[in-house]
C-alpha cells in the first residue's frame, strides 16, 4: 500500500497543478509505463474543460497487444455490467477497481498484476456536454517486467554486551532489463512496536539516518558501508541496551516513469536477525602482582597493578602506590603520575618510573635495587564520577594485599669455565661455547665476558667478541667474518656469555677462551674494575662431513639401428647433503683402447666442457645433457647415433660441497657402471618382387617391364633402379638404363650404342614401382630382362651409403613379327571382249596382316603356244608361258612387260586393298590366262621394310574377239570350207617361211660382211617408259621409243 499512496500523492499534486476550463480534455497518465508482476499498480485519469455534472463518468478498457484494435472493457464507475467476462470475476471481487480521488478524476487500481494485463489502456468519459469539442479519451502503454528484487539476510541470534560493536550483512540483486535504481533501509522492531529506522541509502544514492540515530551517525557509530557489488553492510560501535530488537533491511526497485517521476515498483525485506544486548557490570577488583620476592643489590624490579572492571574505557579510576605504608605516588584519570620528594629524584635519575600500560594495568618499576628497598609494597585504585561541571568525586576505592621484597647484598670473588658439548664439529654444523661465571650474578650486575680465538696453525690469541658491561657486544678486528655467522648472548639469571657458531668451516677450527671483568658504577658515572678471570682452553676441531655419495652400479647393455638417441642415465643413489652439487664427467671405452675417453663434464656449477674424444669424433653438435628436476639423476643423450659409437659408457661423479666460507671443495667421487652400447645398421628389409614373367609382343608394339620394390629398411632411404638384359647369342647381360637415387636416367651402352635409348622411357607412378617402357618394339629388343635395386641409407654423418641390393625376377620379352595373314581373291572368271576394246583385270585383297603394310603388285599374262611332234602321233601339247605385264613396286615404281603392252596400260588404285590395271586396244594377242601375285611389306621400328608375305589370285580368262566374226561363222559352217580354210594352207605356208627365211639368212650373211664395217647404223630400242595417271582420266602410255644413231 505505500507504493499505492506514494501514486496518489503524485496524482493529487498533478491536480492542483492542472490546467485550467476550456474544451472537454482527457488526460491520463503518460506511458509507456514499466510496473512488476503482481505489484499493486495505479493509473490516473482526469477531465477538463467539461459542461454537465462535476462527477464526471470513466470507463476502463484495455487493448491488448494480441489482438491490438479489438477493445477489451474492464471497468467503469456507473456501469456494473460493463467488464466484460474476462475481467468480471476480477472486478466483483475488487482486483480491480476504480477510486475516485475527485469528480473528474480517478485511480484505476489492479491490486496483483499479471501478465495479461500487459496492453494499451484508455481511459474514456462519456459525452456530458452540449455539443462534442475536444477529446474524451486517452491512451498510455502498461509493460509487465519479472520482479527480479531479491534482498538476503543470514536469520540469526546474537548476543551482545554494551559497548560491543554489532555489524550485519544484507545483499540486494536485481536482473531487471530496464534502468532503474535500488534504495535500502536498516531498520529495528521491537516486538509489536512500529520499526525504527536505523539508516538508509536513497535511489538517489544519499545517506540518512533515523531520528533516533542521527547522534550516533554524526559520531560515527553507526555506518552503512558497501563491501561487494551487491553486498551492504550496517555497523554499530558501542552498542547500547536499547539497541536489542530485531534488525531487518528493506530494499526497494524505482524507475523513473516518462513524466520524470520516480516509482518504485517493488520492495522487499530480508529476514531479521534477533540482537540481545546485556548491560555492563559496575563492580570492580583489583591485583598486585611481581615475579619473586628475594633480589640482589642492583637489580631491577617490576610491581603490576591490574584492575578487572567491565567498561573500563568509559569508567572512571585513580591509582596511588605506596611503600611500608608511605605513598610513592599516584596517577589521576589523566594517568599522569605525582611522585613524593624522594622517589621524584630517582625518577629523575632514571632509576624508577610509574606508568600507565593499558587501560586496566598501572606499573611501578625500580631499575636499580638498594638494601633500603626492602618492605612491603601496595596499589590502592579508586573509581570516581566525573561531575556535570568536570570535576571527579570519589566513590569506591579498593586494594590487594601487601607484596613483601627482600634485597640481598653483592658477593665478592668469582671464578670462569670454558665449555663445549661439541668439541669436534662438521662442516655446515653449529657449536656452542660457554662462558660460565661463579656464583651466579644477576643480569644487572655489571659483568664484561669476550671470548678469544686462536686460529689452527697460529700461536697468538685475538679478541673475537665482547659482550661489554652496558650489554653492548664488541666485535673484534680480526675476524670480522665471524660476526655473520657467530651469535652472542647473556643469560637473564646470570652473566653467563654463551658464543654459538653456525656453518662451522676451517676458519673456525682452534682454541677458544674467555674472559671475565667485574665492574662497579660509581656514583659520578665512572667505572671501577673490582677483578678479572680467565677461563681454561677449548680446542674445536671442525671435520668435513663423512660422505654419504652412492652412484648405480648397475649395468645394461642397449642395441639400437643408427640415427636413434643412445640414452646414457647415471643415478645417484644417495648424497651426502640435500645441498650437494655434482660435477658429472662421461666416459667411452672401446676394445681397443686402454683406458676411457672423456666425452663431457659438467662442472658442479653447471658448466660444460667437451672432452677430446667429443672433439676428434665431432660429437659436440649431437650431445645433449639433462638434469632432472630432484637433482639425482644426469642424462646424457648421443643424438643420431652411428656404428662408431658402439662401446661401453660409463659415468664419473664428483660431489661439491660448499663451505660455510662460500667456497665449494670436493668431498667424494665414484664411478658408474657400465653400458655396453651397440650400434647397428638397420636391419635389410629390401625386397624386390622376384615373380618371373613372359611377355610376347610384335613388332612396334610398346613394351612395359615392372620392377616392384614390395618393402625397404627405410622411408626415407634412397633407391638406385638399373635395367639389364640378357640378349640371345650374347654371354653376358648387358645394361640398359640406370636411375639415380638423385632421380637422374643414364642409359647404359646397350641402349646408348642402339637406337634403344630414343625408346626408352621410365617413370614412377607410385612410391616403389618403377617402370621401364620400350617404346616401337623390335625383334633386336627380345631378351631376359631384370632390374638391381640398390637402397642408399644417410648415416648420422650425412654421408650416403649403400645398406642392400636386390635383384627382380626375369622378364622373359619376346618381339615378333606379325603373322602373314594376307589374302588375295582366288577366284577364276571368264571374261570376252572385242577386238579393239579395253578389258579390266582386278586385284583384290581380302586381308592383310597389318594396317600399316604396303603392297608389291604384279600382273601376269598365261598365253598357250602349239609345239609341234612326231606326226605319227599328231598329238598337240601345250605349254603355257608366263608374261609380266606391269609390275607395281611398294614405292610406287612401276615396271612393265614385254614391248607389246607399251601404251597401252593404265594402273589405278581404288582403296588401300584394291587394285586395278586396265589394258586398252586389246588385240588377239591379248587372248590369254590373267593373274596377280600381291607381295606384303611391313617396316620394322628401326625403317628397314621386309617381304612379309606373298600370294597369287585366281586367273582371269580373257578372250579377244576379232572383227570378222561373221566370215568366221560362214566358214565354220562348211566343213569343206572350213578345212580348206584352216587346215590344208598350213602345209602350204610352212613350205613357203622355211623357203623364204633359207633365202633371207644367205643374204643376210652376205651383207654383213659388207655393210657392219662401213659404219651402218644398228637399230636398238630402249627400256619401255610408262606413264602412269592414277585417275586414268588420260590412259597411260606404254611407248617404245626407238634407238638413235650414234
Not at 462527477?55 to 477493445?71: D, G, M, N, V
Not at 539516518?209 to 558501508?225: I, K, M, N
Not at 640482589?296 to 603490576?304: A, D, Q
Not at 646414457?568 to 643413489?573: F, I, M, Q, T
Amino acid at each position: 500500500m505505500g507504493l499505492v499512496k506514494h501514486q496518489v500523492a503524485a496524482f493529487l499534486l498533478f491536480l492542483l497543478t492542472g490546467v485550467g476550463a476550456g474544451q472537454r480534455v482527457v488526460t491520463i497518465q503518460k506511458g509507456p509505463l514499466y510496473r512488476v508482476l503482481g505489484s499493486h499498480v495505479t493509473l490516473w485519469c482526469k477531465v477538463s474543460g467539461y459542461q454537465g455534472p462535476a462527477e464526471q463518468t470513466f470507463q476502463w478498457s484495455i487493448y491488448l497487444p494480441s489482438a491490438s484494435e479489438r477493445e477489451v472493457q474492464i471497468v467503469s464507475t456507473a456501469d456494473p455490467s460493463f467488464p466484460y467476462a474476462i475481467y468480471t470475476q476480477r472486478v466483483r471481487a475488487q482486483e480491480i477497481y476504480v477510486e475516485r480521488v475527485q469528480g473528474d478524476a480517478v485511480l484505476l487500481h489492479i491490486t496483483e498484476l499479471q501478465d495479461r494485463d500487459a496492453g494499451e489502456y484508455e481511459c474514456h468519459t462519456p459525452n456530458t456536454d452540449e455539443r462534442y469539442f475536444g477529446s474524451y479519451s486517452a491512451k498510455t502503454n502498461l509493460t509487465v517486467i519479472p520482479d527480479s528484487l531479491r534482498v538476503t539476510a543470514v536469520p540469526q541470534t546474537l548476543h551482545r554486551v554494551e559497548r560491543d560493536s554489532l555489524e550485519l550483512k544484507c545483499e540486494v540483486s536485481k536482473s531487471t532489463a530496464q534502468h532503474s535504481h535500488v534504495s535500502i533501509s536498516w531498520y529495528r522492531q521491537r516486538g509489536g512496536e512500529a520499526p525504527v529506522e536505523i539508516i538508509s541509502l536513497s535511489r538517489d544514492f544519499v545517506l540518512r539516518a533515523g531520528g533516533t540515530y542521527a547522534q550516533r551517525h554524526a559520531t560515527g557509530d553507526v555506518r552503512l558501508d558497501k563491501v561487494g557489488e551487491t553486498t551492504s553492510k550496517l555497523t554499530i560501535y558501542n552498542l547500547h541496551p536499547s539497541d536489542q530488537g530485531e534488525f531487518y533491511c528493506e530494499a526497494a526497485e524505482w524507475i523513473q516513469d516518462p513524466d520524470k517521476s520516480w516509482y518504485a515498483m517493488t520492495r522487499k525485506r530480508s529476514q531479521g536477525t534477533i540482537v540481545n544486548v546485556q548491560a555492563t557490570d559496575k563492580e570492580f577488583s583489583v591485583r598486585l602482582e611481581t615475579e619473586k620476592r628475594m633480589y640482589i643489590v642492583g637489580e631491577p624490579v617490576e610491581f603490576r597493578c591490574i584492575l578487572e572492571a567491565q567498561n573500563i574505557p568509559d569508567r572512571y579510576f585513580s591509582i596511588s602506590w605506596a611503600f611500608n605504608s608511605s605513598l610513592i605516588a599516584s596517577l589521576g584519570p589523566n594517568a599522569v603520575p605525582v611522585l613524593n620528594n624522594e622517589f621524584a629524584q630517582r625518577e629523575a635519575l632514571g632509576q624508577l618510573k610509574v606508568a600507565k600500560e593499558s587501560d586496566n594495568v598501572f606499573v611501578l618499576k625500580i631499575y636499580r635495587l638498594r638494601l633500603e628497598d626492602s618492605g612491603k609494597y601496595n596499589c590502592r585504585v579508586t573509581e570516581r564520577e566525573k561531575t556535570v561541571t568536570g570535576d571527579f568525586i570519589d566513590k569506591e576505592s579498593k586494594r590487594p594485599k601487601n607484596i613483601p621484597i627482600t634485597v640481598l647484598p653483592l658477593k665478592a670473588g668469582f671464578a670462569v669455565t670454558a665449555i663445549s658439548r661439541t668439541p669436534g664439529v662438521t662442516y655446515n654444523e653449529s657449536f656452542d661455547l660457554q662462558c660460565i661465571i661463579k656464583p651466579h650474578y644477576p643480569s644487572w650486575v655489571p659483568v664484561s665476558v669476550t671470548w678469544r680465538f686462536q686460529p689452527a696453525g697460529s700461536s697468538e690469541f685475538h679478541d673475537l667478541v665482547t659482550f661489554t658491561r652496558d650489554g653492548g657486544v664488541q666485535w673484534g678486528d680480526r675476524y670480522l667474518g665471524f660476526r655473520t655467522r657467530t651469535a652472542i648472548e647473556k643469560a637473564e639469571s646470570s652473566n653467563n656469555v654463551r658464543l654459538s657458531i653456525s656453518r662451522a668451516s676451517d676458519t673456525e677450527a682452534g682454541k677458544y677462551q674467555c674472559v671475565a671483568e667485574l665492574w662497579r658504577k660509581n656514583y659520578n658515572s665512572s667505572w671501577t674494575r673490582l677483578a678479572d678471570r680467565t677461563s681454561n682452553l677449548l680446542e674445536i676441531r671442525v671435520l668435513r662431513p663423512v660422505t654419504k655419495l652412492q652412484v648405480s652400479k648397475s649395468k645394461r647393455s642397449i642395441t639400437l639401428v643408427e640415427n636413434r638417441p643412445i640414452p646414457l642415465n647415471c643415478s645417484v643413489k644417495s648424497q651426502t647433503s640435500p645441498d650437494s652439487h655434482f660435477a658429472v664427467l662421461w666416459y667411452v671405452h672401446k676394445p681397443s683402447d686402454a683406458d676411457g675417453k672423456l666425452i663431457l663434464k659438467t662442472t658442479h656449477s653447471s658448466a660444460f666442457e667437451y672432452g677430446t674424444y667429443a672433439e676428434e669424433e665431432g660429437l659436440r653438435g649431437r650431445l645433449q645433457f639433462e638434469r632432472s628436476a630432484s637433482g639425482g639423476l644426469f642424462s646424457l643423450t648421443v643424438q643420431r647415433a652411428e656404428v662408431r659409437d658402439s662401446g661401453s659408457y660409463y659415468c664419473h661423479v664428483e660431489e661439491w660441497l660448499l663451505s660455510p666460507n662460500h667456497a665449494w671443495y670436493k668431498l667424494a667421487e665414484e664411478v658408474s657402471g657400465r653400458t655396453e652400447v651397440t650400434v647397428k645398421q638397420p636391419d635389410n628389409r629390401l625386397h624386390v618382387n622376384q615373380t618371373h614373367r613372359n611377355i610376347t609382343v610384335l613388332e612396334n608394339q610398346w613394351v612395359m617391364l615392372e620392377c616392384q620394390v614390395s618393402s625397404r629398411t627405410s622411408p626415407s632411404s634412397q633407391l638406385q633402379v638399373e635395367w639389364y638384359v640378357w640378349r640371345p647369342g650374347h654371354p653376358e647381360k648387358e645394361a640398359v638404363a640406370r636411375l639415380s637415387r638423385q632421380s637422374t636416367l643414364r642409359y647404359g651402352d646397350l641402349a646408348t650404342l642402339g637406337n634403344l635409348r630414343g625408346r626408352l622411357h621410365l617413370e614412377s607412378p607410385s612410391p616403389g614401382l618403377y617402370l621401364l617402357s620400350i617404346q616401337n618394339a623390335t625383334v633386336r629388343d627380345s631378351g631376359a630382362y631384370d632390374c638391381r635395386v640398390e637402397e642408399w641409407l644417410l648415416d648420422p654423418s650425412d654421408r650416403w651409403y649403400k645398406r642392400a641390393e636386390d635383384l627382380s625376377g626375369l622378364t622373359t620379352l619376346i618381339v615378333k613379327q606379325p603373322e602373314p595373314t594376307l589374302q588375295v581373291d582366288t577366284a577364276t572368271a571368264n571374261l570376252t571382249v572385242q577386238e579393239r576394246e579395253s578389258f579390266q583385270l582386278d586385284c583384290t585383297i581380302l586381308s592383310r596382316s597389318s594396317p600399316e603394310s604396303h603392297f608389291a603388285v604384279t600382273w601376269y599374262n598365261l598365253r598357250a603356244k602349239e609345239v609341234g611332234g612326231r606326226a605319227e602321233e599328231e598329238e598337240k601339247e601345250e605349254e603355257e608361258g608366263k608374261e609380266e605385264v606391269l609390275s607395281v613396286g611398294r614405292d610406287t615404281i612401276f615396271s612393265s612387260g614385254t614391248g607389246r603392252w607399251q601404251d597401252r596400260l593404265c594402273f589405278q588404285r581404288l582403296s588401300a586393298v584394291l587394285f586395278r590395271l586396265t589394258v586398252l586396244q586389246a588385240s588377239g594377242t591379248d587372248t590369254g590366262n590373267y593373274s596377280c601375285r600381291v607381295e606384303e611389306w611391313l617396316a620394322d621400328p628401326s625403317g628397314v621394310w621386309y617381304r612379309l608375305a606373298e600370294e597369287e589370285s585366281g586367273t582371269v580368262a580373257v578372250h579377244v574377239q576379232d572383227a570378222g566374226s561373221t566370215l568366221q561363222s560362214v566358214i565354220c559352217s562348211n566343213d569343206a570350207l572350213f578345212y580348206f580354210v584352216f587346215f590344208y594352207p598350213f602345209p602350204i605356208f610352212g613350205i613357203l617361211i622355211i623357203t623364204i627365211l633359207l633365202v633371207r639368212f644367205k643374204s643376210r650373211n652376205s651383207s654383213k660382211n659388207s655393210e657392219g664395217k662401213n659404219g651402218v647404223p644398228l637399230l636398238w630400242i630402249k627400256e619401255p617408259h610408262l606413264n602412269y595417271s592414277p585417275t586414268c582420266l588420260e590412259p597411260p602410255v606404254l611407248s617404245i621409243h626407238p634407238g638413235t644413231i650414234d
